[in-house]
């Protein structure tokens, strides 16, 4: 019997939902690195595990799209997946010993090879408006996978953290390296924003499964109940944020630019990782609030939420600027005053910073929906596009 025909697919397959649950225990991991060690070692450490997942998510996102939903793609969707549930079980202690940081870096390493074999079955390297078949952004990822199980090799501490920066560094700067090969290639304008979109959801569904975790732990006063509520009330209005208006305008970049590369590498590749890790930095600081919302924090834990919210909101002045060249000044602005409240933080009890943050998404919400609705134009801030 033979398979059938499929056609290239513009929704998100069963077998790249699949994959996302890797992701999902991925994040997990990542995010409660910093929960055990409070430092802002550990939480440099955690946003090099979340760059270092979200590139791979990114790379295998990009080599199976406008590919038919066929066996031999879900084969490679599990053998990416397989990968990545090394890297995700490791992750704790990639920056730790030996044994698990070339683990880690050994099955970050396959699976690059394996995303580079697949672009190159599919013709990314050839012809007049591909990339070269030795120089292109997935020999550089490559090359960077190759610095990371040379630091788990290596010595622990500052030699190896830097190592890490290092191909962090050079692994986001590859689509940068060659922009201009980059602009002819075409993506389609449905797949990749939900694709996207679903890792937004992930990092939301990270923050509620945290708190929910801490709540179920600890001996819950009033205090930590409205924290709950308010961690939940914030937890929506970042979802509103995305989903009410961010998701169509991505949508809309995608299907109306006529250099789709560009928004792919900038709107959803490196804008988008603003957000997931934004995210990310909310969930860790609001599950310290659950558990001692009234007692100012020490060390990072207090700085984490407003921290992680400001990133958030930069997300879309950074999106949108690079989709229509002007953000909008509500989010501007908004981005701005929680850099204040950031700063802030030490001087609040953790309940009044997370009222505070909650106050202010839920008041740019509000403030976008009555323009919206009354159909008065979005004041913008102008700013230059780069060349």
Same mark, same amino acid.
């Given at each position: ?85 090394? @890297?995700?079980?490791? =992750?704790? /202690?990639?920056?730790?010993?030996? !044994?698990?940081? *070339? &683990?880690? +870096?050994?099955?970050?390493? $396959? ?73 002819? @290639?075409?993506?389609? =304008?449905? /797949?990749?924003?939900?694709?996207? !979109?679903?890792? *937004? &959801?992930? +990092?939301?569904?990270?923050? $509620? ?179």
């Amino acid at each position: 019997m033979t398979e059938p025909q499929h056609e290239a697919h513009e929704r998100a397959s069963w077998a790249e939902l699949f994959f996302d649950l890797v992701l999902v225990f991925a994040v997990t991991q990542a995010a409660h690195l910093p929960v055990g060690h409070p430092t802002w070692t550990a939480v440099g450490q955690a946003v090099l595990l979340l760059a270092v997942m979200w590139w791979s998510w990114v790379g295998t996102t990009l080599a199976v799209h406008g590919v038919e939903d066929s066996n031999r793609q879900r084969m490679f969707l599990f053998a990416c997946g397989l990968c990545m549930f090394f @890297m995700a079980i490791t =992750a704790p /202690h990639a920056f730790d010993g030996h !044994a698990q940081p *070339v &683990i880690f +870096a050994s099955a970050h390493l $396959v699976l690059r090879l394996m995303l580079w074999n697949e672009m190159r079955r599919k013709g990314a390297f050839a012809g007049a408006g591909g990339f070269g078949m030795w120089l292109n952004p997935y020999t550089v990822t490559a090359v960077a996978a190759l610095m990371l199980l040379g630091a788990g090799i290596g010595p622990e501490g500052g030699v190896r953290n830097g190592i890490w920066i290092a191909a962090v560094l050079l692994a986001f700067g590859g689509p940068a390296l060659f922009a201009r090969r980059l602009q002819a @290639m075409q993506f389609g =304008a449905t /797949h990749l924003p939900e694709r996207f !979109a679903l890792f *937004v &959801i992930i +990092a939301l569904g990270e923050m $509620v499964a945290s708190v929910g975790s801490q709540a179920a732990e600890t001996h819950l006063g009033v205090s930590s109940w409205l924290s709950i509520v308010l961690i939940f009330l914030l937890a929506c209005g970042l979802w509103w944020l995305y989903f009410a208006y961010g998701f169509a305008a991505v949508e809309h970049s995608l299907r109306t630019n006529q250099l789709r590369g560009v928004v792919v590498r900038d709107v959803l590749s490196y804008g988008h990782l603003l957000m997931v890790v934004g995210l990310v930095l909310v969930a860790v600081g609001a599950r310290g609030m659950v558990a001692h919302p009234t007692e100012h924090a020490h060390g990072p834990t207090g700085y984490l939420l407003p921290m992680g919210a400001t990133l958030f909101v930069s997300g879309f002045v950074f999106t949108r600027w690079r989709m229509f060249g002007a953000p909008t000044v509500g989010r501007t602005s908004v981005a701005l005053l929680l850099a204040v409240l950031t700063a802030a933080s030490p001087l609040l009890p953790p309940i009044a910073i997370l009222a505070l943050v909650a106050a202010v998404i839920a008041a740019l919400n509000g403030f976008e929906y009555w323009v919206v609705s009354t159909g008065r134009p979005l004041a913008l801030v102008r700013m230059p596009q780069p060349k």
